[in-house]
């Protein structure tokens, strides 16, 4: 007889192996996103975009459910666990390939969830208070170095603080790391002269430093940001390789039929091609995705090596 996994496993073969014409009948019945974190946060806007955009093209309801806690692992975990028939898909961020390597017993696996695609992303922007002494990132860098132990920043997630991790390495600074739940808390110390530098997805910041609130001294990339326009791209000479991006995906748990897949992705390319959904994400001053499924799967596997070197040079240890 044959045990349970086995049973599952082969069941999962089976639907995966299932004809194209499986997913013409996909969607029938009301798809639950799940978003594993509190309302009104940037997971929250991209989940909220995509689903009523999604449901005026299937003629189904899309339904955003909220599973917060333990920093998205509870609703991640709900995703990685629900039966893979593409009627519970997971929209999270870049905090996925973080993760594991700040929890030592997590509850899943990240090969548990599909890549299906990515949504919107912005770049990582490095900002300071107005009253820290410093106009570039060069005279942060020196600040630091002639300073050591006084410089210190924050971030609203474990992806701001990994960003930080990397600045330090490249850079050669030595920034303590601050955290905190939220960016709103951050912000306020920051403007406040309490914390000297920030980071986080340049489009949160943005709308501060538009008002001349805080400094943004560059953004994480080799380019330009078109929502930051004056914010220099840092990722040259020795901060070559200081390219990161805050994104937001759909992810689908494994053993989803590749057509349901692909079905999926296909579909949410096709909103996000349409000029008013499209205006939904840009006004918040991220980038709209536009990558192949396979490109997306890439980029999370890139992200998760890139990750973990980066936690072990940084000495942070899973608890």
């Known amino acids: ?87 519970t898909l997971l929209m999270t961020s870049a905090s996925f390939t973080v993760l594991p390597n700040l929890v030592a017993r997590m509850p899943y696996e990240e090969s548990d969830l599909v890549p299906v695609t990515l949504v919107s992303q912005t770049p990582a922007a490095v900002f300071v208070s107005p009253s820290l002494p410093v106009k570039n990132i060069a005279e942060l860098i020196s600040y630091g170095q002639s300073h050591p132990g006084t410089l210190s920043f924050g971030a609203p997630d474990a992806t701001g603080a990994f960003v930080g991790h990397l600045f330090n390495q490249l850079a050669g600074t030595n920034m303590q790391y601050v955290p905190y739940k939220g960016f709103g808390p951050m912000a306020t110390d920051l403007m406040g002269g309490h914390l000297p530098v920030g980071i986080s997805g340049a489009s949160t910041v943005r709308p501060l430093a538009l008002t001349g609130k805080v400094k943004v001294l560059g953004i994480a990339s080799a380019r330009p940001f078109a929502g930051l326009p004056d914010a220099p791209a840092l990722a040259k000479d020795k901060l070559r390789s200081f390219e990161a991006s805050v994104w937001f995906g759909l992810f689908a748990p494994r053993g989803t039929p590749t057509a349901i897949v692909a079905k999926v992705h296909a579909d949410i390319a096709k909103v996000l091609a349409d000029p008013a959904v499209r205006r939904r994400l840009t006004d918040t001053g991220a980038e709209v995705g536009n990558v192949s499924q396979a490109d997306f799967a890439a980029l999370v596997r890139s992200e998760l090596t890139k990750w973990k070197a980066i936690a072990s040079a940084a000495g942070v240890k899973p608890e």
């Open 1 to 87: 007889m044959l045990t349970e996994r086995r049973r599952i496993a082969v069941l999962a073969l089976a639907l995966a192996a299932l004809p194209p014409a499986f997913a013409d009948e996909y969607p029938n019945k009301i798809v639950n996103l799940i978003v594993p974190a509190a309302p009104g946060g940037a997971v929250d806007t991209n989940a909220r975009v995509v689903s009523d955009a999604l449901q005026k093209l299937w003629g189904h309801p899309v339904v955003v459910q909220y599973k917060a806690g333990a920093n998205t692992l509870i609703g991640t975990d709900f995703v990685a666990k629900a039966p893979a028939d593409g009627y």
